[in-house]
């Protein structure tokens, strides 16, 4: 069992940045994948951003050239960049991680929120 903490998710004005942060319990080294998705009042879960294995991140449209999703595993951590924040992107954001293709795991989910 794999267990992720997610911080960073709040109200910011259109424009505005935040960066969100997922810790794992477990060394991430070999995990296949680690990602965020996100999920608005009334919608489906989409994904965001991931990083499989060492490869480039991939980018949900609606976000590239905006986000960037970054993973230390030294730290055991995937992290979310995200500048100018439009109100579409207000979301639950989950943090997910694959330790293989076939296992999956998902955080609490933070609220971010974009509004004047």
């Known amino acids: 069992q794999v267990q992720l903490v997610e911080s960073g998710g709040g109200l910011v004005q259109p424009g505005g940045s935040l960066r969100l942060s997922c810790a794992t319990s477990?060394?991430?080294?070999?995990?296949?994948?680690m990602g965020w998705y996100r999920q608005a009042p009334g919608k489906q879960r989409d994904l965001v951003a991931t990083?499989?294995?060492?490869?480039?991140?991939n980018y949900a449209d609606s976000v590239k050239g905006r986000f960037t999703i970054s993973r230390d595993n030294a730290k055991n951590t995937v992290d979310l960049q995200m500048n100018s924040l439009k109100p579409e992107d207000t979301a639950v954001y989950y943090c997910n991680v694959k330790p293989s293709y076939y296992t999956n795991y998902w955080g609490q989910g933070t609220q971010v929120t974009v509004s004047s």
């Open positions: 990083i499989i294995r060492s490869a480039s991140p």
């Open positions: 477990a060394s991430s080294f070999n995990f296949y994948s």
